[in-house]
């Protein structure tokens, strides 16, 4: 079964790889994105995370003499390797149940003032995949670039609401352990404190 891909548009628009995902998860799991990697921009890579994933690690174009004098000499391998096994881990989870945790919207250029539709820089966006065969699933959790609420409480969905579950997120800074009733009928707190700025949390149920 082929993958699916957007046009080229994601490749320089995060929020627009956001949307990618948040549309064609509904329909089949072979989906994926494109991007040109911008170094240390994790915000800008996991909004292009999804089971099929293409990229440039920097211009490749040119004669065949300027072929490789594009590359930096100090571009970090060792971060891009660091995201790659990170997606590589959550590739399973895309094939379980999809849920979106947000509204979605792909409005750039919409008016600012607050009494009129605020455009899609000014949001989050959220969604989650869940296994419930095997008990666990991810959130993957966007602050937009001109968010200015660091946090949100997301309602999780399908969980087993008897089963406590831990929750933990790929940078190392939270693991917790709530109950499904609570993740579902509270909501998983989630804290972004950069602008833009995104998070990946996986969760497995323990009993």
């Given at each position: 079964?082929?993958?699916?891909?957007?046009?080229?548009?994601?490749c320089?628009?995060?929020?627009?790889?956001q949307?990618?995902?948040?549309?064609?998860?509904?329909?089949?799991?072979?989906?994926?994105?494109?991007?040109?990697?911008?170094?240390?921009d994790?915000?800008?890579?996991?909004?292009?995370?999804?089971?099929?994933?293409?990229?440039?690690?920097?211009?490749?174009?040119?004669?065949?003499?300027?072929?490789?004098?594009?590359?930096?000499?100090?571009?970090?391998?060792?971060?891009?390797?660091?995201?790659?096994?990170q997606?590589?881990r959550?590739r399973?989870?895309?094939?379980?149940?999809?849920?979106?945790?947000?509204?979605?919207?792909?409005?750039a250029?919409?008016?600012?003032?607050?009494?009129?539709?605020?455009?899609?820089?000014?949001?989050?966006?959220?969604?989650?995949?869940?296994?419930p065969?095997?008990?666990?699933?991810?959130?993957?959790?966007?602050?937009?670039?001109?968010?200015?609420?660091?946090?949100?409480?997301?309602?999780?969905r399908?969980?087993?609401?008897?089963?406590?579950?831990?929750?933990?997120?790929?940078?190392?800074?939270?693991?917790?352990?709530?109950?499904?009733?609570?993740?579902m009928?509270?909501?998983l707190?989630?804290?972004?404190?950069?602008?833009?700025?995104?998070?990946v949390?996986?969760?497995?149920?323990?009993?």
């Open positions: 079964m082929p993958l699916i891909f957007p046009n080229e548009t994601p320089i628009n995060p929020i627009g790889n949307v990618s995902t948040e549309g064609l998860a509904y329909w089949r799991p072979p989906f994926g994105t494109i991007l040109q990697i911008r170094p240390r994790n915000y800008h890579f996991r909004s292009g995370s999804s089971p099929g994933l293409a990229f440039a690690l920097f211009n490749v174009s040119g004669t065949r003499e300027q072929i490789g004098s594009f590359i930096p000499p100090d571009f970090p391998f060792d971060w891009l390797r660091s995201e790659i096994a997606l590589k959550l399973p989870y895309y094939y379980g149940d999809y849920y979106p945790l947000l509204p979605c919207s792909a409005n250029d919409c008016d600012r003032e607050t009494d009129k539709e605020r455009s899609a820089a000014f949001e989050w966006a959220a969604w989650q995949f869940n296994r065969e095997q008990g666990d699933g991810m959130v993957q959790a966007f602050r937009r670039t001109e968010n200015e609420e660091a946090t949100r409480d997301l309602l999780l399908g969980l087993d609401p008897t089963g406590n579950y831990e929750v933990s997120d790929l940078d190392g800074r939270m693991v917790k352990t709530a109950s499904g009733k609570d993740l009928g509270q909501g707190h989630v804290a972004i404190s950069a602008k833009p700025g995104a998070t949390l996986v969760y497995r149920k323990i009993r």
